[in-house]
């Protein structure tokens, strides 16, 4: 009987409870999004997997299982060093030309950054509101409510950055709500932009970007950092990285570099990031009232992004007697490339002659600094 006892007690399935198979079906549903429909599945997928084994009993393939494999991966995120990473890669193959070239496109950036205070004032209300009738759920501290608050940067990483810091166990719940809906920016932003703008905007023809000089895209990464960090030091791991990642591109000397950032070594670091969060996403974290509250931040946060950016486009239209096309007002959200992306599409639909990419990437380059400095800013004031 002992005998039998101990391979029965080895096996997952004798384990299993209702909670674990509901985030198995999770998982399912994941990655029937990456890999049937296609919704970034460089990183829903790795996170779907991730997510399926953590939640198989005795596999200790969680993020929590001590000297697991799962685990060790996870040290990346606890002791954050793949955010900033990514950031790296990503200034590799980002172009700021467009934002030196037409430096108003920042506001529009700025007015994007609506979404993360929305989301910060709401998961506040939601907990204090809801706290008194749900059982052993005491509301959202300002360190969680922050931490919500970040999903509006429309940023995966930043949003990853700033949970391990402040709210580490709220980080699985604000990942997947952050990429899932970064995946979901298709959908979520051509409604708004249709209800905000009038068929007159759509159809602004904007001026080609001025020509900027590869001395000038030398220097700013350069001036960016040393002002940034100089004024806002706890952003400096993401902006740093950022910036370094760029001056590697426009430095020109630095090819090898700048071929591994942009492909290797992105789609390594994309890889253990989805791999670290599913499987930090266990049952007794994740299926709480508190992550349907994150949620629903969450696709606030990105509604009042787009709504922010948008808002600031229509009045530099007015400013400008009509030189500024609204519909890059979603590029507000730091969703590269996806929202420049869908500037152009919805450009082209109303008049063929629109070419807005470009355009469109001035103001996502901006709120990604922005986005930074704004995390940068929550852990200076609520870190301690």
Known sequence: MPFIESIFSGIGLTEMSLPKAVM???????????????YEPLLLLP???????????????????????????????????????????IGSMTDFGPLISSPRSALIGLGGQLGIFIAF????????????????????????????????????????????RLAPELLPSIAI??????????????????????????????????????????????VVTLVTLLLVPTAGALIGMLMFGNLIKE?????????????????????????SIG????????????????????????????????????????????KVNPLIGNSGVSAMPM???????MGQKYNPQNHLLMHAMGPIVSSTIGSAIIAGIFLALFGG
């Open 24 to 38: 198995i079906l999770i998982s399912f549903a994941l990655m029937y999004l990456a890999i049937e429909k296609k």
């Open 47 to 89: 996170l779907s997997f991730g997510i399926l084994i953590a939640n198989i009993p005795i596999a200790g393939l969680s993020a929590y299982d001590e000297g697991g494999l799962m685990n060790f991966l996870y040290q990346g995120i606890i002791r954050v060093i793949y955010p900033p990473m990514i950031f790296l890669c």
């Open 121 to 164: 004032g709401t998961s506040l209300l939601l907990g204090n509101l809801l706290s008194p009738f749900i059982p052993g759920f005491d509301g959202f501290t300002l360190k969680e409510a922050a931490s919500i608050g970040i999903i509006g940067s429309s940023d995966g990483p930043t949003s990853i950055f700033t949970a391990t």
């Open 177 to 222: 709500a952050a990429f899932s809906y970064m995946a979901l920016v298709p959908f979520i932003q051509p409604p708004i932009m249709r209800a905000m703008t009038t068929p007159k905007e759509r159809i602004i023809v904007m001026p080609e970007p001025k020509r900027i000089t590869q001395r000038q895209k030398i220097l700013f990464p350069i």
């Open 251 to 275: 430095s020109g000397v630095t090819e090898r570099y700048v071929r591994s950032l942009q492909n290797d070594v992105l789609n390594i670091l994309t890889l253990l990031v989805g791999l």
């Open 279 to 322: 499987s930090s996403a266990t049952a007794d974290r994740f299926l709480t009232p508190g992550t349907l509250m994150i949620v629903a931040c969450g696709l606030l946060a990105f509604v009042f992004g787009t709504v922010g950016g948008i808002f600031v486009a229509k009045i530099l239209c007015k400013i400008t007697n009509g």
């Open 339 to 345: 929202a420049a992306r869908i500037s152009q599409r």
